[in-house]
């Protein structure tokens, strides 16, 4: 166990450059123009239920994914948690970006982007995934009292096609000037964090984190002092 995080934080640390706070770890977690993931929730503030995820981790080898997986699925709810009802939010992270919508009807969005994917485009990802998934899903997700794992192939049609932002551009015939983007709240981790509160304490109490994960949180941390992860 020790070992296998000890090389994970060593693979971290030799990776090139980004434009972050951490820039090792950023070329590594985000490659240049990434979608890396799309989680959609039944939105409830600090209690929101996992409907569908769907993830492009084939770029990471196998004992990478496990907590890059959980990393994502816990900043993802996270970020949805604190996202009111019917605004959007944009998080600003060491590894990039997660953008989220919250729809009126109680569904929250949010889409894991690298520094450089445009956020036009992803917002247009959440609102066209929100937009099906409430066509396709209605009477399958109001009475959720826990995560799922729906079958949406739509949705998960649009994550593989939004994989490429010039490809969407063209499928969506989005306007640069996308009326839908302004007004987003801009934030850092830091700004999400509710008074008294700190990311380990969340990461310790966090269903989305496994132990392996918290450490290796905690050893990454510890070994690339200059790498912060969030």
Avoid at 64 to 72: A, N, S, T, V, Y
Wanted: net charge positive; with cysteine; proline share 3%.
């Amino acid at each position: 166990f020790g070992s296998r995080i000890q090389s994970f934080s060593t693979a971290l640390a030799r990776g090139g450059v980004a434009k972050a706070h951490c820039p090792r770890f950023c070329r590594l977690i985000c490659p240049a123009m990434k979608l890396l993931a799309l989680t959609l929730y039944k939105f409830k503030e600090d209690d929101s239920k996992e409907l569908i995820a769907c993830m492009e981790l084939g770029s990471f080898n196998f004992f990478q994914r496990g907590p890059i997986k959980e990393h994502i699925r816990f900043h993802s709810r996270l970020v949805v948690n604190r996202t009111p009802l019917g605004r959007r939010s944009t998080v600003d992270m060491d590894i990039g970006k997660v953008h989220s919508w919250v729809h009126p009807q109680g569904i929250g969005a949010a889409a894991l982007i690298d520094n450089e994917y445009p956020m036009r485009v992803a917002f247009t990802l959440l609102s066209e995934c929100v937009r099906i998934f409430l066509e396709r899903m209605a009477g399958k997700w109001e009475e959720a009292s826990g995560d799922m794992q729906l079958s949406c192939p739509e949705v998960e049609e649009l994550f593989q096609k939004f994989q490429n932002p010039a490809e969407a551009d063209k499928l969506t015939k989005i306007e640069k000037d996308l009326e839908e983007v302004k007004g987003t709240v801009m934030q850092s981790m830091d700004d999400l964090l509710k008074r008294g509160e700190n990311l380990d304490q969340l990461m310790q109490k966090s269903k989305d984190l496994s132990s392996t994960s918290v450490q290796f949180y905690r050893t990454a941390k510890k070994n690339n002092q200059c790498c912060k992860m969030y």
